[in-house]
């Protein structure tokens, strides 16, 4: 079985400029999460999506959207990049909103 | 205060010893607690949930005290593969709004 798939896995992009990332849960799963995480710090919650719809967001500036598409397959958008931006984008799929979560390999993404 | 709190380590621990790490949490409507396990440069992975009567996995075990609202992990018998980071995460049922919440984690190395 496919567990969680996110792509690119890494990407490197210029302030100011716009990055889509992409992420496929596990079969069956209806729930989708993203995180941040930066060197040397736990992952940070951006956004919960549940059955398509957005559930949670986490302490993000508006430059962060995302959403699920019917297949629950989801992207998360970032907008007028900054250098901080430059971290690891984890994509987490759960059966059910509020459940034990099952990362991808994540997108590592640099902002030069 | 920090929503969960960790120490940081290093743990610095001999092949076969046994090692244990707590976890602090502030929010008292925390209801799921779990405990991940992240290799370098690698997506965080479930290692175990953790319940209030307390829970065993091979050499692995962890225990919930809700009153002191603290989490552990114990990990016996520890072997050179269980160098990682381990992530303490909470996260409140019915909805996960607020998605999981990570500590920084706790880097543990094992030395032959």
């Known amino acids: 079985d496919a567990g969680v798939t996110q792509s690119p896995t890494h990407l490197i992009k210029t302030r100011g400029q716009h990055v889509t990332l992409r992420c496929s849960p596990i079969s069956g799963h209806k729930s989708v999460s993203w995180y941040q995480q930066v060197l040397g710090q736990g992952p940070q919650f951006i956004f919960q999506y549940y059955e398509k719809e957005e559930r949670g967001r986490g302490n993000f500036p508006d430059r962060f959207s995302a959403r699920q598409f019917p297949n629950y397959s989801s992207e998360l958008n970032v907008n007028a990049l900054l250098l901080g931006d430059s971290a690891l984008y984890l994509c987490a799929s759960s059966p059910r909103a509020g459940n034990e979560a099952f990362f991808g390999q994540g997108t590592r993404l640099t902002v030069v | 205060r920090k929503e969960v709190e960790q120490d940081p380590g290093p743990f610095n621990v001999p092949e076969g010893a046994t090692v244990a790490f707590n976890c602090t949490y502030s929010n008292s409507a925390s209801q799921s607690f779990f405990w991940y396990r992240q290799d370098c440069r690698k997506e965080p992975k479930l290692l175990m949930s953790?319940?209030?009567s307390g829970n065993e996995d091979g050499r692995f075990t962890a225990q919930l005290n809700r009153a002191s609202q603290y989490i552990s992990l114990l990990i016996r018998d520890s072997k050179l593969s269980d160098s990682a980071t381990y992530l303490c995460v909470v996260t409140r049922r019915g909805g996960g709004a607020d998605g999981l919440t990570f500590g920084k984690g706790t880097h543990l190395i094992i030395q032959p």
């Open positions: 953790v319940y209030s």
